[in-house]
């Protein structure tokens, strides 16, 4: 019974430490549309060591921050080539958003269209492209790298 407790306590434990780690939340890329009123953000996560990047892609009026919980796209363990981590944004005309990347663990549309203002944007996942410049590594690390 006493280590029943011990190994229960200690589950409890390692439970709570894995939930207190915080998950980082930056933005990666940021894409005008054609017409100007509108950016495409995308923002990576990093939940520590032990899990992939995760995408969050948002359609946004021009220079505002993304809001939580309005993402139009989410992917999980994306990939631009066999080294790069990440996704491409890419304006398909004034009203569609194309997210581009080679794979991913997971990939999911969470809003198809989305109004802003007076914009209606498509979004649509397009995988199986290969984007041979991407630097090894995850996206923020990358934009870190780069002497500004």
């Known amino acids: 019974m006493v280590i029943m407790l011990r190994s229960s306590f200690a589950l409890l434990l390692a439970l709570g430490a894995c939930l ?36 969050l892609v ?12 309005r993402e139009v796209a989410w992917l999980y363990g994306a990939v631009r080539n066999d080294h790069a981590y990440g996704a491409n944004l890419k304006w398909e005309g ?37 984007d041979s410049g991407a630097p090894a590594g995850g996206m923020l690390y990358n934009l870190q790298r780069i002497p500004r």
């Open 94 to 130: 004034r009203s569609q958003l194309a997210v581009e990347y080679m794979r991913a663990r997971e990939a999911q549309v969470r809003r198809p269209r989305s109004v802003i203002g007076s914009d209606t944007v498509t979004v649509l996942l397009r995988n199986g492209v290969t």
């Open 20 to 55: 207190s780690f915080p998950i980082s939340h930056d933005e990666v890329s940021r894409v005008a549309s054609s017409g100007g009123g509108l950016d495409a953000v995308l923002v990576e996560t990093n939940g520590g060591a032990t899990t992939s990047f995760g995408y």
């Open 58 to 69: 948002y359609v946004v009026p021009r220079g505002t921050k993304p809001s939580d919980g």
